[in-house]
């Protein structure tokens, strides 16, 4: 078994700098089967999980997010034998600290996929165009719905293809003079 407390205070295996964070938050537990729990230390500003304020030990799948103040946890990476060994103290890990937080959505990848399908069937260049900025902005930002940020810049690659073939060929029809 392997637990990890967590807290303002300095004895502590994981020490946050947060005003919201108690001096002994909580504690993350991993038993010898694998399994891993939380337990809220009757904090003052409350242990989340997913979102949702937790008191007491609940059980948790490696997928949980855990946030305590304004700081999230790695907290799977408190159970590598390179990161924590026995007593050894973390100090500082905050929300501005050495933890990269999970990416986030700025919808730019839903924003590409729409304009791309549109785009098929209505102003495909404009769209096309901007399916193409869109997705490409969406993946820079290494947002969560990358996969949408692709397909979105394939479609408007598409998108502006075609309507440029399109135009070329009534060009060539004389449609345009």
Known sequence: ???????RNSGNNVVINDSL???????????????????????????????QRRHGQIR????????????????????SDSTIGGNATIVGVSSGGGYTPP???????????????????????????LAIIFGAVGMSRQEKNKGLSITGLILGIIDFVLAVIILVALGTLGYFG
């Open 1 to 7: 078994m392997k637990v990890i407390t967590i807290g």
């Open 21 to 51: 964070v108690s001096k002994n938050h909580c504690q993350i537990i991993r038993d010898d089967y694998g399994n891993f729990s939380l337990v809220d230390n009757n904090s003052t500003n409350g242990t989340f999980v997913n979102g």
């Open 60 to 79: 948790l799948n490696s997928s949980d997010i855990i946030r305590i103040g304004n700081t999230t946890l790695p907290w799977m990476s408190y159970f």
């Open 103 to 129: 990416p986030k959505s700025s919808n730019m990848g839903i924003a590409a996929l729409c304009c791309g399908i549109v785009g098929l069937f209505f102003a495909g260049i404009i769209l096309g165009l």
